[in-house]
């Protein structure tokens, strides 16, 4: 009866269906408590959940979850070129300052935590004074130095060039709304959750099909677009899984499957440097 008032309320409160997730946690949270009751002998007879019924609550919940998704190159431009027109509009059309620095910080959240490859957190805590701009007269060579914080401790990180000019153009924001900008204040001051489940309602992004199941796209999305973009560039696991602050395993087990062979055809085709293998 718990199981059954724990997925009506979630889906009521949530407006959408608990994922197999997170149920599952619930009944191991569950068996868990039942054991602890028997051992302090707060029961005599250790209650245990019938697998069969298990299986029928299981079999009415939607098999949906976050996952691990990312966005192929096709779908990432779409979802900019959907956020600039959304960037645009706020002027041309409801002609609102308020609409149009929050979607321009959006917009440059995306592009800078798809080019970092940190966790949504550590994004959301890192502050200025953690920043350090590598400027490059090659605009592709340009970096940033990042000194991040989260649940794997403090590490350092090196970005994509898209990153330092998602910060430089977060920058010039924050001057032309004649907003301060000190060492201590974080580079990213507000949740953007809403703001991006409109945007990636509006591009249609919002869930994928993987492995028979309906996965949500969220802001966790970037930094998997950013390990799966890596693996297709051919960088080596162990550099990635370093950077991410991750282990090989993980790289392995959740992102290398999801990629098709095909995206990998460069590295599969380009043997220049070993022609004596076929002379």
């Not at 959408?16 to 868990?32: E, H, Q, Y």
């Not at 308020?98 to 805590?125: C, K, M, P, W």
Request: aromatic share 14%; proline share 1%.
């Amino acid at each position: 009866e718990y199981l059954k008032w724990r997925i009506t309320r979630f889906n009521k409160k949530n407006k959408r269906v608990i994922a197999k997730s997170t149920l599952d946690n619930d009944i191991a949270m569950l068996g868990g408590f039942f054991t602890w009751c028997y051992e302090n002998e707060y029961r005599e007879k250790q209650l245990r959940l019938s697998k069969r019924w298990i299986l029928e609550i299981k079999a009415n919940v939607k098999n949906e979850g976050t996952g691990r998704t990312f966005f192929s190159i096709q779908e990432y431009n779409k979802l900019l070129k959907t956020s600039r027109a959304r960037v645009k509009e706020s002027i041309d059309k409801w002609n609102n300052p308020r609409y149009f620095f929050d979607r321009e910080y959006l917009h440059q959240f995306i592009i800078f935590s798809t080019h970092a490859g940190t966790r949504v957190g550590e994004t959301l805590n890192l502050k200025w004074k953690d920043v350090k701009f590598n400027k490059n007269k090659q605009r592709n060579k340009c970096s940033l130095d990042l000194r991040v914080s989260g649940k794997t401790g403090s590490r350092k990180v090196i970005t994509f060039f898209g990153s330092y000019y998602a910060l430089e153009r977060v920058q010039h924001l924050f001057k032309q709304y004649d907003r301060p900008i000190n060492p201590d204040d974080r580079v990213f001051q507000v949740n953007f959750k809403k703001g991006l489940n409109y945007l990636l309602n509006d591009c249609n992004l919002k869930t994928i099909e993987q492995d028979g199941r309906t996965l949500r796209r969220d802001a966790k999305s970037f930094r998997s677009t950013y390990i799966s973009w890596s693996l297709i560039r051919g960088q080596k696991h162990e550099v990635i899984a370093r950077n991410c602050g991750t282990g090989i395993g993980v790289i392995q087990k959740f992102y290398s499957k999801h990629i098709e062979i095909e995206k990998y055809r460069k590295q599969l085709t380009e043997i220049d440097n070993y022609k004596n293998l076929y002379q």
